[in-house]
């Protein structure tokens, strides 16, 4: 089955490397106009060149509201709507113990975790989404949200707070805007680098698979759950781990 998404717009936030940029690539190949969006504006412009497809890009930190409003107004603005958003956008700048964190890093993690998605979509929504058919969000968790990884606890806390977000707003916005979740597991991304570049081969040994997941694997479930394949999906979180949680 080939996956299209002639005719739709997409928005993805932390657009720029790892899995944001794979999903964005995935959707314009697939006949989608796209808006990427990060920080940095000549990581947006590196990553657009490897695209193929009509890419514009947007540098917003993604925990910034007025940037956030902002970046959805101008995909407004150059589309003339929005179809798909995807919250991917995700910040980990602490390891340890959960009791042990300070207060200032654990709200970085929730801002961009959690308050992000909530207002990227709030913003989307009241822009374009609600107005245009088959319309859908897309929030990129973590496997981490359905278990428990101590080294990474309030990451994790974030994501399994994200999960209950999206079902909240898939229950709020149904029929007209379709929202659901993908749950990653341990992907070969800059983010992740440090759970697995020590010791690749050895990871991948508790993995069902017996493999680390690349980008594209986590953009191949973001393409299904966009197109009018899952038309009839709302309010799910897609597991793509390799079976680790087996």
């Not at 913003?123 to 981490?144: E, M, Q, T, V």
């Not at 680098?193 to 493999?211: D, P």
């Not at 009018?228 to 999906?233: F, G, P």
């Amino acid at each position: 089955m080939e996956l299209r998404l002639d005719g739709k717009v997409a928005l993805i936030t932390g657009a720029s490397k790892g899995i944001g940029k794979a999903i964005a690539a995935s959707y314009a190949a697939a006949g989608a106009q796209v808006m990427i969006s990060s920080r940095k504006e000549e990581a947006l412009e590196a990553a657009r060149r490897e695209m193929q497809g009509e890419v514009e890009i947007f540098a917003a930190n993604a925990g910034d509201l007025d940037s956030a409003q902002a970046c959805v107004n101008a995909t407004v603005e150059r589309f003339g709507g929005i179809d798909i958003l995807v919250n991917n956008a995700a910040t980990n700048p602490y390891m340890g113990r959960t009791i042990d964190i300070d207060p200032s890093r654990h709200d970085k993690i929730h801002e961009v975790n959690l308050k992000a998605p909530l207002f990227w979509s709030q913003f989307a929504y009241h822009a374009s989404l609600k107005d245009r058919p088959g319309a859908s969000i897309i929030n990129i968790a973590s496997i981490g949200g359905l278990s428990v990884e101590t080294s990474i606890g309030n990451y994790n806390v974030s994501k399994a707070a994200l999960l209950h977000l999206t079902r909240t707003l898939a229950k709020e916005l149904a029929p007209g805007v379709r929202v659901n979740s993908i749950a990653p597991g341990l992907v070969k991304t800059d983010m992740a680098r440090a759970l697995w570049e020590t010791n690749e081969e050895a990871v991948a040994q508790h993995i069902t698979m017996k493999r680390l997941g690349i980008p594209e694997d986590i953009a191949n479930a973001a393409l299904f759950l966009a197109s009018d394949a899952a038309s009839w999906i709302c309010g799910h979180c897609l597991v793509v781990d390799g079976g680790m949680l087996l």
